[in-house]
């Protein structure tokens, strides 16, 4: 399965070789590499040029390294924690500006909504309806903090229905970690909570009409009114 590295680039080439052989499926999640003394030999170079190369492929999350009696190099399932983490970073320093925040969310949101109101079922139909009731009583109450709480639920549940994977785990991503965006750019008043309710009102409707064109549009809207909204504030500081 592995070969001896490239003496011009020994470090890369051995962490290409075992990525590939992860992602190709050639070693299966939860089996052994072959150990560290075997690997040397195999890739024909230095311990700590594989050590290097090894560390590299743990941090992709493609490895994990255990020791002990029963440790050894073990091949870890894929997931999308590693894919998601530049992004996360991205938001919660905000440097990303709203302007492009809103142009990537009016486009993954569309098509998250179109999705959804495709595939959504009976039971996707209670879950959506009572996240609604739960976004009104906090509008009357004037809860802010816990309105927006309930808000990401629903845009992150229109994800869930879209059996998505990918699009799940961007839109977790998204939502996990803009909260101090809505914190520091939108006004805390009634008037916006009422307003953002009647816009999730009006996209809940079309997912659970199954209309994807219009569950798109109404969440466009959506994200981009409340983009401007923000972008009036930054303006002003």
């Not at 925040?101 to 009572?130: C, H, P, Q």
Request: net charge negative.
């Amino acid at each position: 399965m592995f070969k001896q590295a490239k003496q011009n680039r020994v470090f890369q080439d051995i962490v290409d070789q075992i990525e590939e052989a992860i992602l190709s499926g050639k070693v299966s999640v939860g089996s052994k590499l072959p150990p560290e003394r075997e690997l040397k030999d195999l890739f024909n170079t230095s311990r700590g040029t594989l050590r290097e190369a090894l560390r590299v492929l743990e941090q992709k999350g493609l490895i994990e390294i255990k020791l002990g009696v029963n440790g050894g190099i073990i091949v870890k399932e894929l997931s999308s924690d590693k894919a998601t983490e530049s992004l996360a970073m991205l938001l919660r320093s905000q440097i990303i500006t709203i302007d492009q925040l809103s142009e990537f969310r009016v486009d993954i949101e569309g098509n998250v909504a179109s999705l959804a109101a495709k595939r959504a079922t009976i039971k996707n139909t209670v879950r959506l309806k009572a996240l609604l009731e739960e976004a009104r009583k906090y509008t009357e109450d004037v809860d802010w903090d816990s309105f927006i709480r309930i808000d990401q639920k629903i845009h992150l549940e229109f994800a869930v229905i879209s059996k998505n994977p990918i699009y799940l785990s961007i839109q977790r991503t998204i939502q996990d970690n803009i909260f101090d965006y809505y914190m520091k750019y939108l006004p805390k008043t009634k008037e916006l909570l009422e307003e953002d309710l009647n816009d999730l009102t009006g996209v809940i409707d079309a997912v659970l009409g199954n209309d994807s064109e219009l569950a798109c549009s109404r969440v466009r809207e959506h994200v981009a009114g409340f983009s401007d909204k923000m972008r009036e504030i930054e303006l002003k500081e």
